[in-house]
């Protein structure tokens, strides 16, 4: 198993920056990929943007060339940096994580930190 702590959300000016953290704890090497999540009121959660183990990167069209997401596994963290936010980011923000032991792999999730893009 593997604990996820988000932190850094908050409230925003559009066009201004935030950093989120996700602290992992646990079974970190059983880890192969982590994300970023949102879900804003009214909508389904979707995937912000995406690493794996080897640094591959994805990202969700909306925030290309905005946000880019990086880990320190010296530190056993995530980050996403969100450079010049809207007020269309505005969500929870849940870290994911995706664990994989033998042939069975298994999902974890943090409980979400809000972030509140207004002027």
């Known amino acids: 198993q593997v604990q996820l702590v988000e932190s850094g959300g908050g409230l925003v000016q559009p066009g201004g920056s935030l950093r989120l953290s996700c602290a992992a704890s646990?079974?970190?090497?059983?880890?192969?990929?982590m994300g970023w999540y949102r879900q804003a009121p009214g909508k389904q959660r979707e995937l912000v943007a995406a690493?794996?183990?080897?640094?591959?990167?994805s990202y969700a069209d909306s925030v290309k060339g905005r946000f880019t997401i990086s880990r320190d596994n010296s530190k056993n963290t995530m980050y996403l940096q969100m450079n010049s936010p809207k007020p269309e980011d505005t969500a929870l923000y849940y870290c994911?994580?995706?664990?994989?032991?033998?042939?069975?792999?298994?999902?974890?999730w943090g409980q979400g930190t809000q972030v509140t893009v207004s002027s």
């Open positions: 690493i794996d183990n080897g640094g591959s990167t």
């Open positions: 646990g079974s970190i090497g059983s880890i192969v990929a």
């Open positions: 994911h994580a995706v664990l994989k032991s033998g042939w069975v792999m298994s999902d974890y």
